[in-house]
């Protein structure tokens, strides 16, 4: 699956990232996070470590890409791509080669994270945020989405503000009703502080996941039933005399038997039912974490986003003042 992450230059995505991994580095509600690279995640953890000390990354140039594994108490769940933009990758024209990229992954992602600097959209700097090219970009990728996408609108540098009030979403309204007419998003906003202060860090991460986790085990399942449903229809037809001479073919043939080919399809629904299992725990750990969100849905109006931003933001975080233990990680 593929994760986008898309906004402006500094709104702190890359800072996010390193961040995250090295948060995750430890089990937190038992999820931990692994680099398929041991250069990306060499890479991240000194980003991380670095940030610790107060000092932030340099701006992204170009476009990155990442691979990981999400984990559940040491087993893991999904292995997922994470793109990283240059801020401006939105604002240049169709022609930038960045930005032409950067609209296909947003029509093939699983999920996509929207950076909005809160400190400047207190102060009504859209401009510096670039929200409603964004917007634009993604509703254009939302059109005629025919898959399961997490949208996080992720608000950065929470700590930096004092309040979030239903004067400062009013530019999100657009976004927000183009969420609730499609069948296939599910969107939320998830406010957030990385860097010397940590508040609800892993949780646009694991918005973003839950629907294509959720996918995964729905897809195991059905798989399961059908392994099953096959085998007990191969092992039906190796009863009786006609069973028994098409045995007889079979062996003759090299060919493996009806009763072989039930073996083999019981043996694959029994495979699929182990990493259904895995995932189930996993699931409802994640289903516990996004209703704490900001779900966006039908009946709630902004201020409804105001009072819950508000609230996971100062006064209930989840996952607040995490400081990762950089020394577990060299």
């Known amino acids: ?138 509703n254009q990728a939302l059109q005629n989405v025919d898959h399961i996408i997490c949208l996080a609108i992720i608000f950065t540098k929470v700590d930096m503000v004092k309040e979030i009030s239903d004067k400062h979403l009013g530019c999100f309204q657009g976004m927000i009703s183009a969420i609730n007419a499609s069948e296939y998003v599910i969107g939320s906003f998830v406010p957030i502080a990385c860097g010397t202060q940590f508040i609800n860090v892993p949780m646009p991460l694991l918005f973003t996941l839950y629907g294509s986790i959720i996918f995964k085990m729905a897809l195991l399942e059905v798989e399961v039933k059908y392994h099953h449903t096959v085998a007990q229809e191969w092992m039906a037809k190796s009863k009786g005399l006609n069973g028994l001479w098409r045995k007889v073919k079979d062996t003759w043939n090299g060919e493996p038997t009806d009763e072989e080919m039930a073996v083999y399809l019981y043996q694959q629904a029994v495979k699929k039912y182990e990493e259904h299992q895995t995932l189930v725990e996993s699931v409802q750990a994640l289903v516990d974490c996004v209703q704490k969100l900001p779900l966006i849905q039908k009946e709630k109006k902004l201020k409804d986003y105001a009072n819950e931003c508000a609230n996971i933001s100062y006064k209930n975080p989840i996952y607040g003042d995490l400081k990762p233990n950089v020394k577990k990680w060299f």
């Not at 999920?111 to 993604?138: E, K, P």
């Open 1 to 138: 699956m593929k994760i986008v992450m898309i906004g402006n230059t500094g709104v702190g995505k890359t800072t996010y990232m390193a961040s995250l991994y090295g948060a995750l580095q430890r089990e937190i509600e038992g999820f931990s996070l692994k680099a398929v690279r041991s250069d990306d995640h060499s890479r991240l953890s000194q980003l991380a470590k670095t940030i610790q000390t107060g000092e932030y990354p340099s701006m992204t140039d170009q476009r990155s890409e990442y691979d990981f594994h999400l984990r559940h108490k040491a087993k893991d769940v999904i292995e997922f791509s994470w793109a990283d933009y240059r801020g401006g990758a939105i604002t240049s024209s169709t022609k930038d080669e960045q930005t032409n990229l950067l609209i296909s992954d947003l029509k093939k992602a699983d999920g996509i994270m929207m950076f909005c600097d809160c400190d400047a959209l207190v102060r009504n700097d859209h401009r510096s945020n670039q929200i409603s090219r964004m917007a634009t970009l993604v």
